[in-house]
């Protein structure tokens, strides 16, 4: 009998008794939640030496050290209470999407508003940007158009891929303020 690649993973990640993707998102999602984060992804990597979980989470506050540390904190106590008998032990590593994770869900778009994005359409044009307010399905985006800068609403159904961009350079502050960030609001990195 033939087995999937699922199922040599199940039974790995049973061997190891460690949690799968979605137990380790059932455990943690409401803390996560209370603490004002989303769980985005979770990776469970048995055959790792020593065996991994990995949990990517995002908010509307950065992730920054002391948000991972006290994530970190949540899931390892949980994931201890729940694998008392995990063998071999196991490595807990929580961080952020990091800046290449491409914009899946609205509330990627309302987060990194203010930010430049490259944008790919569905009917295969491509623009680049910064991203405006969030609005219902749709989201603004203010680009160049010749030397003037213009705002384009967007229909959210109608981008096929987004992605933020890295700025070495301060923004331009008439394309912050075309974006509906003020003055005194910055855009993190």
Known sequence: MRTTQDEELAVTQQSAQLPSPAQVIELLADDFAAAGYQIEDVAVVSSAKPPRISIVADGDDPLDLDAVAEL?????????????????????????????RPLTAARHY????????????VDGTSLEGRLGALSGDAVDLVVRAGRELTVRPLDLADIATAVVQVEFAKPNPRELELAGMGAAEEVSE
């Not at 008998?85 to 807990?92: I, V």
């Not at 309302?110 to 359409?121: E, M, T």
Request: aromatic share 2%; proline share 10%.
């Open 72 to 100: 970190s904190r949540l899931a390892s106590h949980h994931l201890d209470d729940a694998l008392p008998d995990a063998t071999p032990p196991y490595l807990l590593e929580v961080s952020s999407p990091g800046v290449d």
């Open 110 to 121: 309302r987060r990194a508003q203010g930010r430049k994005v490259a944008v790919s359409l």
